[in-house]
């Protein structure tokens, strides 16, 4: 093993395909899929699984390239902290993974403002869905994540989290609430049924290939709507909602400047399930002070905009949310 094959493996993770990954690294094809061999047979472990939309780790692999990264990343701090002419050896870093969630963005631009006077730091803030964000934390590729578990979803996610050797903290639990456009038919009413939903169009995040119980949405089995519309990020989903007269149903908590967006959030008549908002981490790695900065600033953001309080009513449209309740936590 060297640390030249750990590295490839690092940027094969980056990448659906094996070819693709070659080109990044400016190498022949066979010669990555020689390294991939070497360290599956010095490890005695398969490392890729092949399929039909390209590649991936198996959970061995995963374990490894979390290996991978860890090495690289120390052999990246060691090389910065002893060589006099490197001047980012006090660079900040960040790297967060989230679901696609409004009050994710709202708090990381609330902490970009509080770095203003730092001189040096590389800050990386991904959206993507749910496995996405945990193969991201489980690769060290962010050192947080951000997703959220349903009762529905909570056995499976718990058995993958723990298989991941991921730790789960919960910030808040809430009631889901429908997204709609302001004008709406039916933005006017406090609360909304199954059966007021069930004639408009649905749209959602795409999963893919993943499970439904990867979902970003509270998975209601009562709906089956006629209508479907699926899309892969934030900005064409609510201006979809915007523009039309589909839903999606989420979090209820909307951007503090709701001016781009003329949308309303709508708490749901008697939800059968409530949605706990939370971030994770691997359970051996201490977390960096700037992650913790950033999860501090995320309830501060939360709680300075109104937007969650214990006890708090829903408001009224079209500022209205779904009432939620913070969860204290502490850190490791």
Do not use: C
């Not at 809430?174 to 069930?198: C, M, W």
């Not at 600033?297 to 939360?302: A, D, I, R, S, V």
Request: aromatic share 10%; no cysteine; charged share 20%.
């Amino acid at each position: 093993m060297t640390l030249q094959q750990l590295y490839y493996i690092v940027e094969l993770s980056k990448h659906n395909s094996i070819s693709a990954a070659a080109e990044a690294l400016f190498i022949a094809q066979p010669s990555l899929s020689t390294t991939i061999k070497e360290l599956e047979k010095e490890f005695h472990i398969t490392i890729l699984e092949r399929n039909r939309h390209g590649i991936t780790f198996t959970p061995e692999g995963l374990e490894f390239l979390n290996y991978a990264n860890h090495i690289i990343e120390q052999t990246t701090n060691l090389r910065e902290h002893f060589n006099p002419h490197q001047p980012s050896q006090n660079k900040l870093r960040l790297s967060i993974s989230s679901q696609h969630y409004m009050f994710a963005v709202d708090a990381f631009t609330d902490y970009l403002q509080t770095l203003a006077k730092k001189p040096q730091y590389a800050i990386t803030f991904r959206e993507g869905r749910t496995s996405q964000v945990i193969q991201d934390v489980v690769t060290q590729r962010s050192q947080i994540g951000i997703i959220f578990i349903s009762k529905m979803t909570q056995k499976f996610m718990t058995r993958t989290l723990r298989k991941n050797r991921l730790k789960f903290t919960e910030l808040f639990s809430y009631p889901p609430s429908v997204f709609l456009q302001a004008n709406h038919p039916l933005a006017q009413y406090p609360s909304l049924s199954i059966d007021q939903l069930r004639p408009y169009p649905y749209i959602q995040y795409t999963q893919e290939e993943d499970s439904y119980q990867f979902a970003e949405e509270v998975v209601i089995p009562d709906i089956k709507p006629d209508r479907e519309i699926s899309t892969t990020d934030r900005s064409t989903l609510f201006s979809v909602i915007a523009a039309t007269d589909a839903y999606t149903i989420g979090t209820g908590i909307l951007f503090r400047d709701g001016r781009k967006w003329p949308i309303v959030s709508i708490p749901m008549k008697n939800p059968l399930d409530i949605m706990r908002v939370g971030w994770i981490k691997l359970q051996e790695t201490p977390l960096p002070l700037a992650a913790r900065a950033y999860i501090e600033q995320l309830e501060k953001t939360l709680v300075n905009s109104h937007v969650i309080a214990e006890d708090q009513p829903a408001k009224q449209a079209p500022e209205r949310i779904a009432q939620s309740v913070i969860t204290k936590h502490q850190f490791e």
